[in-house]
């Protein structure tokens, strides 16, 4: 069975700390991926990554980066939390031969006080 | 742009009935896609993943087509539960993309 992970379930962090969460993955795919899922807007691409060090920006990178030093590990970064990134942080990883079906890991309730 | 859209946003039923769950895409150009389960406060499970060459999959009580000319998915359960209450959300590839579309997703109650 695939396997993602994340870092952490709850975290509750301060406005302006830098805030790390972590995804590891445990089939060797190459396509990783960070949402986040917000109350009415559904789930919103953050940053992928289709290789190690390769990235590319989804739909809202404002505020975020990214670091994949290697296959299995996808590290969303937030430089300085805001309360607008209170949020629903979820991974998922895919890949090729098994037809690009994503799947996901437990998700991180980020609140920024 | 691809748009994927699922209504109703919300649904109840008694236990026992069979339902349908829909899904719209704007554009057919897909690669595949794919059907998740998430339960309040989780991840995402996914269900089945349907290849734009097929027509339909299915997993025990679930059944689901895709119909690309007329940019339109259906899920079926079959003989509903009460451990069925979840949200369901379906998910297009592009061609050619590495990106995912989500639909907002429907709100299964089943009623014991």
């Known amino acids: 069975d695939v396997k993602v992970t994340q870092s952490s379930r709850y975290l509750v962090k301060r406005t302006g700390e830098k805030v790390f969460l972590e995804c590891v993955q445990d089939?060797?795919?190459?396509?990783m991926f960070w949402y986040r899922q917000d109350p009415g807007l559904g789930l919103r691409l953050i940053y992928f990554s289709y290789d190690v060090k390769m990235k590319e920006k989804g739909d809202i990178p404002e505020g975020y980066s990214v670091s994949r030093e290697k296959k299995e590990r996808f590290s969303l970064i937030l430089e300085s939390a805001s309360t607008n990134q209170t949020s629903m942080y979820l991974c998922a990883s895919s890949f090729p031969t098994g037809g690009y079906e994503q799947y996901f890991g437990p998700g991180t309730r980020l609140t920024v006080t | 742009k691809q748009e994927v859209t699922q209504i109703p946003a919300a649904l109840s039923v008694p236990e026992g009935e069979n339902l349908v769950l829909n899904c719209s895409f704007t554009d057919s150009a897909i690669y595949n896609l794919q059907w998740f389960r998430q339960d309040p406060g989780k991840g995402l499970t996914s269900l089945l993943l349907i290849q734009s060459s097929q027509r339909e999959q299915t997993s025990g009580r679930l059944n689901a087509s895709l119909d690309k000319s007329s940019g339109r998915s259906t899920l079926y359960i079959a003989a509903s539960q009460p451990g069925d209450s979840a949200t369901y959300l379906c998910?297009?590839?592009?061609?050619?993309?590495?990106?995912?579309?989500f639909g907002t997703g429907t709100r299964l109650k089943v009623l014991a």
């Open positions: 998910a297009v590839k592009g061609s050619g993309t590495y990106k995912y579309i």
């Open positions: 089939m060797d795919h190459e396509n």
